[in-house]
């Protein structure tokens, strides 16, 4: 993840009235209520919507969580398991209240581990000391913790780092780095994983395999690092692998083939294991410029393609990710690298493709003083009123989850405001299966009492086989049910089989699997609060 140089480197009784019957569309009519109930015996039209933009039906919403260098989580080392869990859960509570419903988890930052493993050593950011069991597998915590709140959870790899610290003496006796010295090449004051050894390419995916078995994982995500950023340590010295490997490609077409062979093999090891999680990565934010390839972006920066040897279009046109997440960690007008010129260029990049897009914004940068753009709170905002603009753009994460926090010019307010205002569902991937869970059965709406005094009503329905949530929306009266067209009248995604109504209305109750295919409604009329 660049955190740096951007350029270089969100007291009634009500009665189930409709059932999974229920219909949609044009000239689509609600059934009577099935009610002792006083009903309207007509069936009455139901309008189409046209689709508000305002409000997208299926968005994602996601914040980066760094624990490299104790960035984000936990805050530093040594820390108490309890300290740890309430330092995590302040995060997700305030990603949920911004409607957010995904999290991208550092799980891997440098060939260890933020969970228990037998093939690496536990990472130094949870104690302070490499290989150091803290005394708790926290990733179950971490996992259990998204799932309560709507947040998909994606574990986040880095692929090639292998060390912080060169020297190989300091590690762990069982980390792979000091095992198989020659997997590695030192590069500054850092160690990596050589790209072009099948070895490492091997070690890799033992690792991402051994996570997807074992933990209850949505996704698997890997960073922006692949070969190293230049500048950062001369040349990167795997002379010998290229010399045995090379087969008559050139350096820089051998380099981009190894990564995307890697890329290749996690996802497909994924979608054998468990063909629901989704695996996806974000670049750097400049593919290539058009100065270098006519079919580059209008920019000016550093090429992901020639400098890191990253080749997104590669994978996206063979289909090897089920996202693509670029970094675009510049503001709109910036000379070299323009949001207003890279955000639609991405888009164009995945368009007739079935990768989606979701784009990576600069939180961490809002109120930036070398940047006159960052100094304005409603930047990033403005960001995500552009990509209503390219349909291709299916949501936003952040970086990272300290800025979510302290909000820097109440950016992320605005951000909430302005654009989650309303919960959304997950992009619908349907390259990853699942399918619809039954509708919600026994609804109703039971008054809630503080002895004699009504207090509100609580809707509670049947628990669905195969559902992880509920999505629970509030039709307006009069007016459009526009349940199928976008999120104006959703109100709440839950995970139990519960809501507290807050206003009295008719409202719609649909289950989601853990992909978000969602079944047709059941309607609960409630009288009062």
């Not at 006083?38 to 919507?49: G, L, Q």
């Not at 260098?69 to 805050?75: A, L, Q, R, T, V």
């Not at 995590?88 to 409607?99: G, M, P, T, V």
């Not at 670049?283 to 550093?302: H, L, Q, V």
């Amino acid at each position: 993840m660049r955190t740096g140089r951007p350029l270089l480197a969100a007291a009634a009784l009500a009665v189930v009235t409709a059932t999974a019957a229920y219909a949609f569309g044009p000239g689509a009519t609600e059934a009577p209520a099935a009610s002792k109930k006083k009903t309207t015996t007509a069936a009455t039209p139901v309008a189409a919507c046209k689709a508000d933009a305002r409000y997208p039906k299926r968005q994602l919403r996601g914040v980066w969580i760094a624990t490299v260098k104790n960035i984000d989580w936990p805050s530093r080392t040594g820390l108490s398991a309890e300290r740890q869990k309430a330092e995590y859960i302040k995060i997700l509570d305030s990603a949920a209240k911004r409607n957010f419903n995904a999290v991208f988890v550092q799980v891997r930052p440098a060939s260890d581990a933020l969970y228990k493993s037998s093939i690496e050593p536990w990472s130094q950011f949870l104690t302070g000391t490499a290989g150091k069991d803290p005394g708790w597998d926290p990733l179950p915590f971490l996992i259990d913790e998204a799932h309560k709140r709507g947040l998909e959870f994606h574990a986040w790899f880095n692929p090639y780092r292998a060390s912080y610290d060169a020297d190989v003496a300091k590690l762990p006796a069982n980390h792979p780095a000091r095992q198989h010295r020659d997997w590695t090449v030192k590069y500054g004051d850092r160690l990596y994983y050589n790209p072009g050894l099948p070895q490492v390419r091997e070690h890799v995916v033992k690792v991402i395999t051994d996570v997807v078995d074992r933990y209850d994982v949505d996704g698997v995500h890997f960073d922006d690092y692949f070969y190293p950023y230049p500048g950062e340590g001369g040349q990167f010295n795997d002379t010998a692998a290229f010399t045995k490997y090379g087969k008559g490609k050139s350096l820089a077409d051998w380099r981009r083939a190894n990564v995307n062979t890697l890329v290749a093999e996690v996802d497909k090891v994924i979608h054998e294991r468990k063909s629901h999680v989704k695996f996806g990565i974000s670049p750097f934010g400049i593919w290539r410029n058009k100065s270098n390839d006519p079919s580059g972006s209008a920019t000016n920066g550093m090429s992901a393609y020639d400098s890191i040897y990253a080749d997104a279009k590669a994978w996206i046109n063979s289909g090897t990710v089920d996202y693509v997440m670029p970094q675009l960690y510049w503001p709109r007008g910036f000379k070299a690298a323009d949001y207003k010129v890279l955000a639609p260029w991405w888009a164009q990049a995945v368009k007739g493709s079935d990768v989606h897009l979701y784009i990576g914004q600069a939180l961490y940068r809002v109120g930036a003083q070398d940047d006159k753009a960052w100094t304005k709170p409603d930047e990033l905002a403005a960001h995500l009123t552009l990509n209503r603009k390219h349909k291709q753009v299916d949501g936003d994460v952040y970086f990272s989850a300290k800025q979510l926090l302290t909000n820097p010019l109440g950016a992320m307010d605005r951000v909430a405001k302005d654009h989650y205002g309303r919960p959304a569902l997950l992009p619908l991937m349907k390259e990853r299966g699942g399918q619809a869970p039954a509708a919600p059965a026994g609804a109703k709406a039971l008054a809630q009492s503080a002895g004699a005094k009504a207090t509100g009503s609580t809707m509670t329905w049947t628990p669905s086989a195969g559902a992880r949530a509920y999505a629970v929306y509030q039709l307006p009266e009069p007016g459009e049910d526009c349940q199928a067209t976008d999120a104006r009248n959703l109100v709440a995604v839950v995970s139990d089989p519960s809501y507290v109504v807050k206003a009295p209305g008719t409202y719609l109750i649909t289950s989601l699997d853990r992909l978000h295919n969602e079944s047709k409604p059941v309607k609960v009329k409630v009288d009062a609060v």
